[in-house]
């Protein structure tokens, strides 16, 4: 496992290059003072070649084996789809390289326990990417519930709203796990983070606002309650049609206050006409989540370099699948199921 | 049955002075000005003196017989215990009175389809209470719903919060049905009036804040999840430990917009101090809905003396509560109960 | 000088049934529990005969003096226009009637100053109207300022913005003395309240919305700065065009924080469509002050009853006028002007 | 004059390496992928170092001379103190260096109009810094006042609030030019970017929160009105004591609406506890505008590459100056000052 101390830079292999992986690889390359983006994977050339240029990094490979066996790369940030994690997991683990891989783990219990094993076994540094953990309102909620600001905290109460559909090829719950895994694994574990760990799960759903999800055997909206073994509760709603913007809320009920994170409005403008006063809302993910994923990765990097265990483990990955493989089966029998 | 048009007040007797039987008092003597507080009816000789002196009402007895069946009383207007809403009905519709009875309309489904066999067979016209129905933001959005201007309602979202618990005694579920019963049948009420019949509930609780509630069997928080006859999808939170004030929102998720009910500032100040922004919050429910109350009351008097129908019928009171019902039975269970 | 205590209520005269003269009406007769409707008095007999049915008023007249003058009358509320406030004023001192007058005292600082010693030399109860002082928010911000909440206020910024402009009649400065007189007396008023007395002003105005305001010699925004006796500084905005509502905002900022008075939103409820979040405006004065004008008559009727002093006398008025002609002039000479 | 097209990144030259130069460096380091960050100067050997060995900078001096003369260098940017700022003009135009100077360009109104002189005789690009117009609110404002959203902007009305005093030091007027120049001439600039030019103005102000300010001859409040050449009208305020946070609040009236531009919330958490609803707030000028800086350099860069012109030229700070230097004087005369 690497180990380094103070003022030497990690060496990071970027794996993926879609959407969130350029993200990263800027992230990387200009935004994480003790990282450098050293080598890039991707299975397209141009996106490559792309990044490679922008970036001045010294390796870039369509094979990530390549990158992951370089010498001159002290770990790996896997971006790639949820079905390769398993594998790249694995080579990178027995490379002794260490691993940052994002949300989710797998949307197979077997898959995801095979990477546990991996982990567990290589003794790799492993963090798995929940970037809202990162995010500065629920990292201020989590601090304020420690500092007692509102007591025991005893519901657990979240809401993710897209402003628009996914695709259906995405949505296809063969390889999104669909909508409960895909956009709820977010929500459940905030749930574990902030409440502890969950018993049994209820829930309903249904497609209520784009058939062509439905096609292909997605739902587009879900409510999932919660009960947790300690006997608090929780419930998160799910939906494709937010329309509005991006909006993703969650409340803590405490036993003598409330927090609540998130928001509404986008740009500092307020735009004010006859009986109507209106502001913009906030577009995607991105626009909401964007700084946390750069302190996420930061994180990750400083972890590695000092030596420190990471914040979200392969466990916490295994035990927040195994919330929504539950609530998924709830959903479609209409019984409580045990996680 | 009463049948008035045009000018003349309708002559009202008040059965029941607690809490909310006194600000009804104080709204038909003084706030409604088609009514006329003709007769105050309650077991307490004081609370009888005291109303009728500050409103010189023209009869008071410790009897609601008596004044049911004064000559000049055209309505009655029921606020006396749930348990005792089926007796005081029933005399009053014997007597040929128009009717408004406070909701719930009972807590047992005997007594609630007795009401309604009693309703019936009389022709009297009655009306139920269910207060968030007239209250402006909630009038507002039923209005731009109407209007599409979130097209189709698909989840319903209703979050009730109480500042502090109830006592022991209230809480008792033999009186008060219990949390769901008690306090989620508004949520219930606004759920059919925006979103049409439910077909099934699921339900989760617990005792988390307030132990007393426990020992007398009730529960403290409560999250239910509906389905409706129509596929679309609904989710009701109830707490006693709202603690920060009394919060009730409601969202309306439609295919191309969403409406949001509610509010959280009693005061127009805000208080701005080192890293601090701050405002008071909703003191309790007469500061929320005392205007719907009042509002509510006048709609009454209004349909009897126009001849019109009532909004909330006897009907829609066997309806609730058969979803409440439900919904407590699923808490118990576990299970998916239909409604 | 009527003086009375405990348990009777007060009679109380009504002079001018105008807009607000009618909501005092109802106020008086209604929901103000220590005061009583005792007679109304108007130029227009419909007006009188609209408010003596609704309300079951005993006595009425055309001739102000015919009320005042009535034995059953212990007190009047002058709503006349504002050039007879004197008049009246002086007829119902001579009667030993107590004496509750609409802002502005005046807007002749000669009538002011003739009005000023009629109530001194009759010795007459006289209290002053400006409702902002009854308003909860204002109310508030008072305590928390003297709770020391913010420290020491240094800086006092308020803003009024109506939502259309008055007709050109109304706006005459010759019989409203113009929109820094009309509409900044309000400012002002909460100015003295809150900070003392003013020493300069300095102003700047114009016609920039509506051509028709000019046309009578009006203006239709003004910006005036004040510096008061003690140092400290204070600015108000008056604009006839806020278009998006009713819009009276209030900041003191203090030496430890600062307190915001004020609010847009009328109806509970937010809109939310496509990049979007719009809620509805407050409509006018009467849905933002109304329950202020209640508190204040009712504030009236019970300081008479106990014999305590007016919190806004005739020596305010006098003086909250110096502040306004003076601010006139600055803004018509460019000039630094002393109040 | 520099002149490029296309492709190839602006070499840049960064003089000053205070508080606002660090986070230039990194900008033009790291997040301004147009630009290359060829060469700093500063009078810290030690501030020169930290830098240099951070972003690689190949070239650093002591004497700012020598890296406007370098050959490697396209164009200097300038964030020295202000009385610096025409002699490094001078010297970059001379070397025929593209030119982006931070705000002021001087505080006094000769040396103003002598980098008038240089930047005109020389013909090089010169580049004025206000950051505020690069702010997404006031961007998103101007667009919607050029669509027509609010009809004409008839009041412009601008409020800054420091969190905190600067050190009598810094406040000394002889260097920074006191309040009204040092904070206000954002609000102008804003002022003359959204409404045109300034006529007239007046001013009050004093100190009233902090007497160490006050020893150094400067002041720690100010109200200055502004009457623009067109009849409109202005109003900016100025406090040192914002004490809750750093507050930037602008009002654009119009004759058929209003913009409001900016924020209290820097975090996105409310804590709500019994009876209080609260959050935080911007802590200063760098949460609140650092995108800002970052886009108005890019801007600059683009501009330079890309042969456009600069938005905010010399003749912008010689007018939005006469603004401030004439609140000033009005200020300390209490009379209205020409522009």
Redesign the interface.
């Known amino acids: 496992v690497v180990q380094k101390t103070g003022a030497s830079k990690l060496n990071v292999g970027l794996i993926g290059l879609g959407r969130l992986g350029r993200v990263y690889a800027r992230d990387l390359?200009?935004?994480i003072?003790c990282a450098r983006l050293a080598a890039v994977a991707d299975l397209s050339q141009p996106a490559l070649d792309a990044v490679t240029r922008?970036f001045d990094v010294p390796l870039s490979s369509v094979d990530p084996e390549r990158i992951i066996n370089d010498r001159s790369v002290d770990a790996v940030v896997i971006v790639t789809p949820t079905d390769t994690h398993g594998a790249v997991t694995k080579a990178a683990a027995a490379a002794g390289k260490a691993i940052f891989c994002e949300k989710p783990l797998s949307i197979s219990m077997e898959d995801a326990l095979e990477m546990k094993r991996t982990v567990e076994s290589s003794g790799a540094f492993f963090q798995l990417g929940f970037m809202r953990r990162f995010?500065?309102?629920y990292v201020?909620?989590k601090a304020?519930l420690s500092d007692g600001?509102?007591g025991d905290a005893?519901?657990f109460?979240s809401?993710s709203?897209d402003?628009y559909p996914p695709t259906p090829e995405y949505a296809n719950p063969k390889t999104s796990g669909g909508l409960i895994i895909d956009m709820g694994i977010h929500d459940f574990d905030l749930a574990r983070w902030f409440m502890g760990e969950v018993d049994?799960v209820?829930?309903?759903?249904?497609v209520?606002?784009y058939p062509q999800l439905g096609a292909v055997g997605d739902i587009d909206?879900?409510?999932i309650?919660?009960?947790f073994k300690s006997?608090?509760?929780?419930?998160v709603?799910l939906?494709r049609?937010?329309?509005?913007?991006y909006d993703i809320m969650t409340d803590l009920?405490?036993?003598?206050?409330?927090?609540?994170?998130?928001?509404?409005?986008?740009?500092?403008?307020?735009?004010?006409?006859?009986?109507?006063?209106?502001?913009?809302?906030v577009?995607f993910f991105m626009e909401r989540f964007g700084e946390a994923y750069t302190a996420q990765l930061e994180n990750f990097a400083q972890n590695v370099l000092q030596g420190r265990k990471p914040p979200i483990t392969v466990d916490d990955g295994v035990e927040v699948l195994k919330i929504a493989i539950a609530a998924t089966r709830a959903r479609e029998t209409?019984?409580?199921v045990g996680v």
Not at 231 to 235: A, I, M, Q, Y
Not at 241 to 245: A, D, E, L, S, V
């Open positions: 390359a200009t935004r003072p922008e995010d500065r309102g201020a909620a304020r600001a509102i005893v519901v109460k809401s709203r402003p049994t209820q829930a309903v759903g249904g209520l606002a909206n879900a409510i309650t919660l009960k006997g608090r509760l929780g419930v709603d939906t049609n937010g329309i509005y913007g009920l405490g036993t003598s206050g409330t927090l609540r994170v998130g928001y509404l409005r986008e740009t500092p403008l307020m735009v004010m006409t006859k009986g109507n006063v209106a502001h913009d809302t577009p209409g019984q409580t």
